[in-house]
Each structure stands twice: as C-alpha cells, then as structure tokens.
C-alpha cells in the first residue's frame, strides 16, 4: 500500500527509476497471490479497532508528511490507508494530529457501516485507536496546549469534537506495536513480515486453501 502511494506522486512524469519500482511491485504481488487475510468467527468483546501513524516530512520534494491507519474486525484488517497529508506540518506532534484526525473520520463512517450490518455491540460505547505519539493523544483532549496546535488547520480539531463526546479515544501503543507503521514508510524485511502478518495476513497454501 505504501509502495503504491508513493509512486502515486510520480504518475504525471515518471522516470525509469519509478517503472523499476512499479515492476518490482508486481513481482511481489505475484509471488504472494495466496495471500489473504483471514478472518475469524466474532467473539463477544471482538469489537473495532484502529491504529494510526505518520511519518514526519517523508517526502523530500515538499516536506510532507504521510499518513496511515488501519482498522481491524473479527481478527483482520478491513480498511487502511497510506496517503500524503495536504498540509505541510511544523512537528512530529502536527503529522500525528492530522494524521489521527483522517483516522477518525473513517472511524465515523466504519462504525456506522458496522452498525447498518447488525454489529450493533462493536459500536457500542468508545472506538479505541491506538496512537505512538504521546503529544498527539494529550492535544486530542487539551485544547490549552496551544504551543503545539496553533499551525494545525481548523478542519482537523475534528479530532477533539470526537474525542469529547466519546466516539472515540486515542490510546497509546509502542512504535514496535503500531501495525499502521507499514502504511508510512519503508520497513526492514522482518518488521515489514511481522506487520503483515499482524494484519492478519495468511498464506492460503499453508491453511490448505487453494484459491
């Protein structure tokens, strides 16, 4: 998905290197056709769950940053994201804000589709994200931290309107936790193996699935 996005950028006049990388994308895409990501029978506390992560100025021509989450149900993913945020921010504090603040918003739509599906006790009560950067969660329920937020956009204190009426809740999480992390930026092979298979990605052939 990271790979995918970033090459996004390049469409307009892409040079050999970006067809290079395009080429290598498909290799592995054919290399791993009996991937899938397995989902499991709904256990009672089972309920939506999402992680969100940014990486600070990723992209050297503008500065930007880059954003991603992911949301899980019934043991696997069901929606992520990796995209490059609109805005250039001042801080690792700012990307994580904007980037939790997209976050919720595909939390509000995810938890109405759940609850259009019957899923009425996934919904019920706060939707928890997990979040790497302490900063971000203490500026999603104090507004006084002005320091911090005054260079953010209003669009994106969404954030906080969520977070005050309880829809949902920044919780923190370890770096080596944040399964969103695959979605920000380039990842050593292990790591990147280990996020994978966080998300709940299988290899059929293993579980003796043919297609």
């Not at 100025?57 to 043991?75: I, K, N, P, Q, V």
């Not at 931290?145 to 954030?159: A, T, Y």
Request: hydrophobic share 35%; charged share 25%.
């Amino acid at each position: 998905m990271y790979a995918v996005c970033k090459l996004s950028r390049f469409m307009d006049k892409p040079t050999k290197q970006h067809m290079l990388a395009a080429k290598k994308i498909l290799r592995y895409l054919k290399g791993t056709q009996k991937y899938g990501i397995l989902y499991k029978r709904q256990e009672e506390g089972d309920c939506l769950l999402g992680y969100t992560d940014s990486d600070y100025a990723g992209d050297l021509d503008d500065r930007r940053s880059t954003s991603g989450y992911t949301f899980f149900l019934a043991g696997g993913a069901i929606s992520w994201s990796s995209k490059k945020q609109p805005v250039v921010t001042l801080s690792t504090t700012e990307a994580e804000f904007v980037a939790a603040s997209f976050c919720a918003a595909q939390c509000v739509w995810l938890r109405r589709i759940v609850a259009q599906m019957g899923w009425l006790d996934c919904v019920e009560g706060t939707t928890r994200i997990m979040c790497d950067n302490s900063s971000a969660i203490k500026l999603s329920k104090n507004p006084v931290m002005h320091g911090r937020s005054k260079h953010i956009d209003v669009r994106f204190h969404f954030l906080r309107e969520l977070a005050r009426n309880g829809t949902i809740e920044l919780e923190h999480c370890g770096t080596e936790e944040q399964v969103a992390d695959i979605m920000t930026k380039p990842l050593k092979l292990d790591t990147f193996q280990l996020l994978r298979s966080r998300l709940g990605m299988v290899n059929g052939a293993e579980l003796g699935i043919e297609d």
